[in-house]
């Protein structure tokens, strides 16, 4: 199964999660999400989210030197990203408690007429 359509709506979510525990930069937040189980995500599928959640003001970002060479792209979260982040995480909440109910039968079982 191709989880790109999956992977694009959460994959926001979960960069605003690891900007809004502070300011970062691109390969980081790739680091990061690999940690937490994101693998084979590459830098092309990361900065275009990147771009795309600082052209709706969500984060902003900065230029400046690192210490281990050329200039870097600091992202940080704005008001409105906190904002944003806030609400993601209630409907990711509520969509994946729907989704795992209607996936395992749970829905039937409270109702009590499993088929």
Same mark, same amino acid.
């Given at each position: ?10 994959? *926001? ?14 390969? *980081? ?9 994101? *693998? ?7 900065? $275009? ?17 690192? $210490?281990?060479? $050329? ?45």
């Amino acid at each position: 199964m191709d989880d790109s359509q999956l992977l694009r709506g959460v994959l *926001e979510g979960c960069i605003l999660a690891i900007i809004a525990r502070g300011e970062t930069y691109g390969y *980081e937040i790739l680091a990061e999400l690999e940690k937490g189980g994101f *693998e084979n995500l590459l830098e092309g599928t990361l900065y $275009p989210v990147l771009t795309r959640l600082e052209k709706k003001h969500l984060i902003s970002c900065r230029k400046a030197k690192s $210490p281990y060479g $050329p200039i870097r792209k600091y992202y940080s979260i704005t008001e409105e990203g906190t904002q944003y982040f806030e609400e993601f995480q209630i409907s990711y909440e509520r969509i994946s408690n729907s989704a795992r109910k209607v996936l395992s039968g749970e829905y039937a079982e409270e109702k009590g007429d499993r088929s």
